[in-house]
Nanobody, 116 residues
């Protein structure tokens, strides 16, 4: 069973930055980030494939966040800049084992809190 280990969450001030990391115990087709904001459904943030395909959930995320990865380490990063209090929530790393398949492996989640 592939496992994902997230790190890098914490507290930031509005306008600040945080970088999340997610290390997988094995390779997959795509790795990505989702988040669950208070009182909201889980939403897609960004994903990356090892051939460089990148997708963002919204234009706001694309403008402020950057996703990158280290294929040799099966690790993906989410650099979050210009953070807003409304970015506060739990961020989850996920792995898609096969192209066209489900997001079948999930991390435990890491809390991100942005203070105003």
């Amino acid at each position: 069973q592939v496992q994902l280990v997230e790190s890098g969450g914490g507290l930031a001030q509005a306008g600040g930055s945080l970088k999340l990391s997610c290390a997988a115990s094995a390779s997959g087709y795509r790795m990505g980030w989702f988040r669950r904001l208070p009182g909201r459904e889980r939403e897609f943030v960004a994903s990356i494939t090892w051939n460089g395909g990148i997708i963002f959930g919204t234009n706001s995320m694309k403008a402020r966040f950057n996703i990158s990865g280290d294929k040799a380490e099966d690790t993906v990063y989410l650099q979050m800049n210009s953070l807003k209090p409304e970015d506060t929530g739990i961020y989850y790393c996920a792995l898609q084992s096969r192209a066209g398949g489900a997001w079948d492996i999930w991390g435990q989640g890491t809390q991100v809190t942005v203070s105003s």
